[in-house]
Nanobody
Framework: QVQLVESGGDLVQPGGSLRLSCAASVSIFSIGTMAWYRQAPGEQRRLVATITKGGDTNYADSVKGRFTISRDNAKSTMYLQMNRMKPEDTAVYYC????????WGRGTQVTVSS
């Protein structure tokens, strides 16, 4: 069974930065569009950013200009660089494909607070 493991979450002050990682148990070289999602307390899981196999990216308006998604197909790993973070970025962050091909991982907790 394919496993996705998210890591890198932490407590960070407003304005700070974090880099999240998503490691897949299978090669992601042939996988199409991958994505980061987040779920804040009491809210539904929402799409944050996507990246195609060829490296084209797209972002939710709330993170555009602050977050950068990337992927290393050779390492079967995807990343989310988060800069100029805000309290409203606080959430559990998950990775998956855009079409949710794989089971959800446990996610990684990101808390933005002073």
């Amino acid at each position: 069974q394919v496993q996705l493991v998210e890591s890198g979450g932490d407590l960070v002050q407003p304005g700070g930065s974090l880099r999240l990682s998503c490691a897949a148990s299978v090669s992601i070289f042939s996988i199409g569009t991958m994505a980061w999602y987040r779920q804040a307390p009491g809210e539904q899981r929402r799409l944050v950013a996507t990246i195609t196999k060829g490296g084209d990216t797209n972002y939710a308006d709330s993170v555009k200009g602050r977050f950068t998604i990337s992927r290393d197909n050779a390492k079967s790993t995807m990343y989310l660089q988060m800069n100029r973070m805000k309290p409203e970025d606080t959430a559990v962050y998950y990775c998956n494909t855009l079409t949710l091909n794989y089971p959800w991982g446990r996610g990684t907790q990101v808390t933005v607070s002073s």
